[in-house]
Nanobody, 112 residues
Framework: QVQLVESGGGLVQPGGSLRLSCAAS????????MGWYRQAPGKQRELVGG???????NYADSVKGRFTISRDNAKTTVYLQMNSLKPEDTGVYYC??????WGQGTQVTVSS
């Protein structure tokens, strides 16, 4: 099973920004669509957004206009740029492709 590694989380004040990274060991994002997910305390994991192999992106309504998914040219890392963060964005963020398991995730906490 392919494993992806998330990083970049932290504590940020409301209105702040963070950039998360999702790293793969090879050019896996050239082959598979990927998704960013999050799980807030006491809630089910939800899809935040995704990027198709061709580069097009889609987002949940709750983050549209604030979050942006991008990837590096080598297609080994995908990013989630999160701006105008809100307390309700707090959670553990994961990235996934169809053949990967769930990684450790990275904690994002938005609080003053």
């Amino acid at each position: 099973q392919v494993q992806l590694v998330e990083s970049g989380g932290g504590l940020v004040q409301p209105g702040g920004s963070l950039r998360l990274s999702c790293a793969a060991s090879g050019m896996i994002f050239k082959i598979y669509d990927m998704g960013w997910y999050r799980q807030a305390p006491g809630k089910q994991r939800e899809l935040v957004g995704g990027m198709l192999v061709g580069g097009s992106t889609n987002y949940a309504d709750s983050v549209k206009g604030r979050f942006t998914i991008s990837r590096d040219n080598a297609k080994t890392t995908v990013y989630l740029q999160m701006n105008s963060l809100k307390p309700e964005d707090t959670g553990v963020y994961y990235c996934k492709i169809p053949i990967s398991g769930w990684g450790q995730g990275t904690q994002v906490t938005v609080s003053s």
